[in-house]
């Protein structure tokens, strides 16, 4: 699976610091949990052993907390998700592909 997310970069000369950076992880085993309104997201360990949760549609990254995540969930609506969602996938999109290191890397 495709995950993502923006990345801010700074000195970049002439352009916007943020932009786009994905990795291909494999999900086949992970746990998901469900979050409401019918969706939910992926647990994913990262290399220092910390978790983060994945939302499976788009590739998307939503949080580290699980009940944080399912808390928001209450305050919004299935649309607004779905939008989320839609928008997460044309990130996915226009990524820059990079290696599972230099993605959790980026996160230092």
């Not at 950076?21 to 086949?28: G, K, N, P, Q, R």
């Not at 939910?40 to 290399?47: A, G, H, K, M, T």
């Not at 808390?71 to 990524?95: I, L, N, S, Y």
Request: glycine share 10%; charged share 25%.
């Amino acid at each position: 699976m495709r995950i993502g997310t923006r990345r801010y970069q700074p000195f970049i000369m002439g352009g916007s610091c943020w932009n786009e950076m994905a990795t291909e992880i494999d999900v086949t085993d992970l746990p998901r949990h469900a979050v409401g309104h019918g969706f939910d997201v992926i647990e994913v360990s990262r290399p220092d052993g910390s978790i983060i949760y994945v939302e499976p549609v788009s590739g998307g990254l939503v949080g580290t907390v699980l009940e944080e995540i399912c808390a928001d969930m209450q305050d919004t609506t299935p649309e607004f998700v779905e939008k989320q969602q839609a928008e997460m996938r044309a990130v996915g999109q226009k990524a820059e592909l990079v290696s599972n290191a230099a993605f959790w890397g980026a996160f230092k």
